[in-house]
């Protein structure tokens, strides 16, 4: 690095402090001003929002590994950076456990006297949620450690077995994930209706999870291709992301849709005021860019083979898919606060705190090790890999 | 050498050579340029100047065309030609129309992925390659990759081609004639064919008979298959007729049929009036009925002059004479109803409303037929 690029790195350094400093102090005046309710929804959403595209980037890490592909080893150093989210998001997200008392209805005394909240105790209570909440904090910390920090050290010994644990491992990790994510979606998101129940609630979250994982990937390694490193990674490289991402833009489309129909069409009221609360009235044109953003824009940006290996095509394919996580979680959670979506000082004031902690996070990560796992093995297949 | 030559084979053992040479003899312009090799060569298709395939533009095109045509068709059916609420849902119900549309986008898509890349960019059928006849196909389908030089009409050169591949590194080279073909499809082979899938449906349905009747199938999802509901017209051991439909009871009158309190239609004229209001609506119904049941006979007019009568020689009432323009509604109700001479009775299949509606049509005919000068005003 030359001294200019260290000078420009420490000031960028310092305006994320200062914009994170910034969002701290609005954050507080929230929760006076604004009320705790709001505050807790904005942190959730963006808890959540750093959680997914953490848990995301770290499963496709061991996806990667499970497979046993080549094309994205030397691209991997992107995502394992950005599933240093995961530790960031753990102690937000057990922070979020007082939240619970104020926006999640199960917990409120009328809940007794609901027919059916009484019938989902067994798992809506108290107790048993802080357990998941802590086993899957746990769960995700360990493979984290496991698959992240093993990388890096893998950098220093060259060992190749941590490739062959990695790959063992993986399958484990997948298990792990879809449970817990399934947990997440379920808890945090879907319960805060308690009332309302849908089977592919977990898999709409990991659908949303995954692709904004690829996404934040994609983003990743455009990006220090533009800052002239990773100069290995070529187009063929990165063409592979757009595939991706244009197979699962596809699946989250699918999913997202096929919840809806059938609650649309089987027209159960306990079901359909779910919908009701987020396709009506001032939340249409919210759900409108649901979509939009994650579907018809990335989808007809990468359905050609050619562009997926522009980088502009793919960048602004990604930027669509990562606005449109966020828009999809700001969808379902702020309809709990009221008929009307609520954007102003507050949503600003939380969106910097969260911002600024995550690329700090994020630049942290990027000090440690090279920018590709030097010392994978079978990097030098994957730099050698034709398309 | 008697038979024109096809192409001019070169054999390679190793794949970077080929890419060389397909580079360097293309520019050479010497015929249309082939590679056959046993394993995807990284870097070839653009050395042979293969550009880029136009099947992904004509899929994505044919995708949308599906989409376009399953919506519209829904559209058509659902909103405009049978409209029928379901379920509350408003006609043009776009969320349940998705699936098909889904279905008939990847059914266009593949479809025309499939058929297209063998049929036009293929160029099947095509009965035996000619380098399928070459002494160095063995070594095509095993190790050797074989970089061909191939005829495009009567100015082909094959001593230039030989000496380009043979200059580009080729171990060996091959002339590879066009192969004498004999008739691609003789009508003995025809019936061969024919035969052949004959005898596989019989073995497939003597096949899948035997093993539905000797072995035990079973079947999948029995919950839903085997519901103990009776079904109609399957004989049921509950009831003691033995059927599983209930027949009505004795002297139950469906809605709109009540029985007649007449036997003539003289006597209907006298007992009843038309209840029904003449409205548009109505008078709509009344075409209708007349259209579809009464056309046939009494002519589109009632002038008992239709084509079919005359066809068969039967002599059907005159609607628009004095002798009914005189008569009580209710007659034409019981004449409906009843049947007269040759004319059945109509009451299975139109029920109260629908015989009033057409009486009042008729009327409606008769005055048509006969218009006062007020009429026009």
Not at chain 1, 12 to 39: C, D, E, H, K, Q
Not at chain 1, 243 to 266: E, R
Not at chain 1, 374 to 383: I, N, R, T, Y
Not at chain 2, 208 to 226: C, E, F, N, T
Request: proline fraction near 6%; glycine fraction near 8%; charge should be positive.
């Amino acid at each position: 690095m030359t001294s200019d690029t260290v000078r420009s790195s420490a000031v960028n350094r310092n305006i994320l402090v200062a914009l994170t400093l910034l969002g701290a102090v609005g954050a507080a005046g929230v929760y006076v001003s604004a009320g705790p309710a709001r505050f807790w929804a904005n942190w959730l959403v963006w808890t959540l929002f750093l959680l997914t595209i953490g848990l995301g980037s770290l499963f496709l890490v061991a996806l990667e590994r499970l497979v046993g592909a080549h094309w994205s080893i030397p691209m991997r150093r992107v995502p394992e950076r950005i599933a240093s989210l995961v530790p960031l998001a753990v102690p937000l997200l057990l922070i979020a456990f007082l939240a619970v008392p104020v926006l999640f209805p199960w917990t409120f005394p009328e809940a007794a006297h609901n027919p059916i909240l009484v019938a989902k105790t067994p798992w809506l209570n108290l107790p048993f949620f802080a357990i998941r909440l802590v086993v899957c904090s746990v769960l995700w910390l360990l493979y984290y450690a496991f698959f992240v920090r093993g990388s890096l050290r893998q950098d220093e010994s060259k060992d190749a077995n941590f490739t062959v644990r990695a790959r063992r491992n993986a399958p484990f990790f997948m298990v792990v994930f879809f449970f817990t994510v399934t947990i997440v979606a379920f808890d945090w998101i879907s319960g805060l209706e308690p009332e309302w129940y849908s089977d592919m609630f977990g898999v709409y979250l990991f659908a949303g999870t995954f692709l904004s994982g690829i996404a934040a990937m994609a983003l990743g390694v455009l990006g220090l291709i533009r800052r002239g490193r990773l100069t290995e990674v070529k187009s063929k490289h990165f063409y592979n992301l757009g595939t991706l991402g244009l197979a699962f833009t596809v699946f989250y489309a699918y999913i997202g849709f096929a919840q809806y129909m059938l609650i649309w069409y089987a027209n159960l009221p306990e079901e359909v005021v779910w919908f009701k609360h987020r396709i009506e009235g001032a939340w249409y044109p919210v759900a409108l860019l649901l979509p939009l953003l994650n579907f018809l824009i990335p989808f007809f940006l990468l359905i050609g083979g050619e562009p997926k290996k522009r980088p502009w095509v793919l960048r602004i394919a990604a930027l669509s898919i990562v606005l449109g996580h966020f828009v999809d979680l700001y969808w379902l959670i702020f309809p709990v606060l009221g008929p009307e979506p609520r954007l102003g000082w507050p949503e600003l004031a939380m969106a910097c705190l969260f911002l600024g902690l995550g690329f700090l996070q994020i630049r942290r990560a990027m000090g440690r090790g090279a920018d590709m796992p030097v010392g994978d093995p079978l990097l030098v297949k994957g730099l050698e890999w034709q398309l | 050498m008697s038979s024109p030559a096809f192409a001019v084979l070169g054999l390679y053992a190793n794949p970077q050579k080929i890419v060389d040479a397909a580079k360097e003899i293309r520019a050479r312009k010497l015929g249309h340029m082939e590679a056959y090799t046993p394993y995807p060569v990284h870097g070839l298709d653009h050395a042979l100047g293969i550009g880029k395939s136009r099947l992904g533009a004509l899929v994505l095109g044919m995708g949308i065309l599906g989409t376009a045509l399953a919506l519209l068709f829904e559209w058509w059916t659902s909103a405009v030609d049978y409209p029928l609420i379901t379920g509350g849902k408003p006609l043009f119900s776009w969320q349940a129309f998705v699936p098909v549309m889904f279905e008939v986008t990847v059914l266009f898509a593949t479809f025309t992925a499939g058929l297209a890349m063998l049929f036009a960019f293929n160029k099947l059928p095509f009965f035996g390659h000619p380098v399928l006849h070459s002494q160095a196909i063995k070594g095509i389908t095993r190790d050797k990759l074989a970089l061909s030089i191939e005829s495009t009409g009567a100015a082909f050169d094959t001593e230039s081609a030989r000496q380009a591949l043979l200059e580009n590194g080729a171990e060996s080279v091959e002339v590879v004639p066009f192969p004498d073909w004999g008739r691609p499809l003789t009508l003995v082979g025809l019936l061969q064919i024919i035969g052949a899938i004959v005898a596989a449906c019989l073995a497939a349905g003597v096949g899948i008979y035997s093993v539905q009747k000797m072995l035990p199938v079973v079947q999948p999802m029995l919950h839903m298959h085997d519901q103990p509901k009776l079904n109609a017209f399957r004989s049921s051991k509950f009831f003691a007729d033995g059927r599983g439909m209930r027949p009505a009871v004795a002297g139950t009158v469906a809605r709109g049929h009540l029985p007649p309190a007449f036997t003539t239609p003289e006597e209907a004229g006298t007992i009843l009036t038309n209840p029904l209001a003449l409205t548009q609506k109505v008078a709509e119904r009344g075409r209708k009925v007349f259209d579809d049941h009464c056309m046939v006979c009494h002519g589109s007019v009632g002038d008992g002059v239709a084509m079919l009568s005359r066809a068969y020689g039967a002599k059907p009432g005159n609607l628009l004479t004095n002798e009914m323009h005189a008569r009580p509604d209710g007659y034409i109700y019981g004449v409906v109803m009843l049947g007269k001479n040759a004319m059945p009775s109509y009451a299975p299949d139109l029920d109260e409303s629908d015989r009033w509606a057409v009486v009042h049509y008729v009327r409606i005919l008769q005055r048509s037929q006969n218009a006062k000068d007020e009429d026009l005003r």
